[in-house]
Structures are given as C-alpha cells and as structure tokens.
C-alpha cells in the first residue's frame, strides 16, 4: 500500500492550495482517510479526518478555512486550503487507516508528507 501525495508548494497570506492524496496497492476497504501537519520545533497534529461515509473531523484552528473531501472509487482525499496563513506552513501528511484483506486488522498508512509554505 502506498500514499503518494502532491500539491504542496509556497503560497502567500491569503492564497490558497490544494492538496491531493492517492492510494494505492491491494486494499480491501479503506475506512478513514485524513491529513495531518508538523510545524518545525512541534508535534505532529490533526488537520481533518474524514470517514468512507463522509463524516469529517476539522480542527478549530482550520476550521471555515480547510475542507477535506474523498473520492471513494478513486481511493483519493483532499484538502482545499483557503486563507492560508504563515501558521498553516508546515509539513502535512496524509494518512489512511484501511483494511487490507476481508476480516483482517484496521492498519495505519502513511503517505511521505508535503511542504506548505505560506510567505508573510
């Protein structure tokens, strides 16, 4: 299984970006895709989680400016950034949690992480 996420980039105060993630591999069902960010000197924290039927998880510190979306048949998930501000820069990774095979265990995918940098 792999995540390969692009759309990363430097944008000012105020742009906006979108960033694409997309699985692939043998997978039998994946249940929560999300996007998570580390800031240089921080922890890695969550940006907003989404689940296969679409219920979404935001953090306050986005929230009305960040929106996550997936693409079931695809194997997809988004995020549109808008107002992005010089605290979003960051490293922001996506994240998949998914079943490989029928009855097996939920696992924890990762993809390699892309670079926001939003210039005063």
């Known amino acids: 299984v792999q995540l390969q996420a692009s759309g990363g980039g430097l944008v000012q105060a105020g742009g906006s970006l979108r960033l694409s993630c997309e699985v692939s591999g043998s997978i039998f069902k994946i249940a929560d895709m999300g996007w998570y960010r580390q800031a240089p000197g921080k922890q890695r924290e969550l940006v907003a989680t989404?689940?296969?039927?679409?219920?979404?998880n935001t953090a306050d510190s986005v929230k009305g400016r960040f929106t996550i979306f997936r693409n079931n048949p695809k194997n997809t998930v988004h995020l549109q950034m808008n107002s992005l501000q010089p605290e979003d820069t960051a490293v922001y990774y996506c994240h998949v949690g998914a079943y490989r095979v029928y009855g097996g265990r939920y696992r924890d995918y990762w993809g390699q992480g892309t670079l926001v940098t939003v210039s005063s």
């Open positions: 989404i689940t296969s039927d679409g219920n979404t």
